[in-house]
T-cell receptor, first 115, second 111 residues
């Protein structure tokens, strides 16, 4: 039981390049989330998927797209990377949407630098 | 928009001391509040979740309280150990689909 896994662990991009961050969970959770963590800002929600086939914007969605490929996988795509997107990206999952009693389980993070 | 503040930003205590971490939030209409732990270079681990109808939750040496009316939560750690050294994050859900996180308190327990 690996929990929530993220790939890659580290990535360096040049401005304008694109990339996809991958996330998978093996806990049969319905809801999945993408956050970014910046110094002095705390974690901020980028997008979430309350259930397979649905996605919704969070607090900071601009510059990102997501795909809920199936119940296990939720990917985050940067179409044209900008230095402001340098951050640590975390994927999380929970059995049910946030208004329930369920906690979130987090992956180890992807450290992205955009030059 | 919900604003979550954690004070102090950093705390250093000798081993064995009891300590309190603070979290305050601006919108008291919340669904729940969670405390997380984050070790350097790692993801977050949930410690305690308090639903809006609850006043406190306990797990081992940890006790979290919630006072919605004043917009405050505290995390009490008893008999601190060096292994408790980490950053502790508070997160509040007041929309039903989005957590708002504080910036955390970095705790160092000195042996």
């Amino acid at each position: 039981n690996a929990g929530v896994t993220q790939t890659p662990k580290f990535q360096v991009l040049k401005t304008g390049q694109s990339m996809t961050l991958q996330c998978a969970q093996d806990m049969n959770h319905n809801s999945m989330y993408w956050y970014r963590q910046d110094p002095g800002m705390g974690l901020r929600l980028i997008y979430y998927s309350a259930s397979e086939g649905t996605t919704d914007k969070g607090e900071v969605p601009n510059g990102y797209n997501v795909s809920r490929l199936n119940k296990r996988e939720f990917s985050l795509r940067l179409e044209s990377a900008a230095p402001s997107q340098t951050s640590v990206y975390f994927c999380a999952s929970s059995e049910a949407p946030l208004a329930s009693t369920d906690t979130q389980y987090f992956g180890p993070g992807t450290r992205l630098t955009v030059l | 928009k919900q604003e979550v503040t954690q004070i102090p930003a950093a705390l250093s205590v000798p081993e064995g001391e009891n300590l309190v971490l603070n979290c305050s939030f601006t919108d008291s209409a919340i669904y729940n509040l969670q405390w997380f732990r984050q070790d350097p270079g790692k993801g977050l681990t949930s410690l305690l979740l308090i639903q809006s109808s609850q006043r406190e939750q306990t797990s081992g040496r940890l006790n979290a309280s919630l006072d919605k009316s004043s917009g405050r939560s505290t995390l009490y750690i008893a008999a601190s150990q060096p292994g408790d050294s980490a950053t502790y994050l508070c997160a509040v859900d007041n929309t039903g689909n989005q957590f708002y996180f504080g910036t955390g308190t970095s705790l160092t327990v000195i042996p």
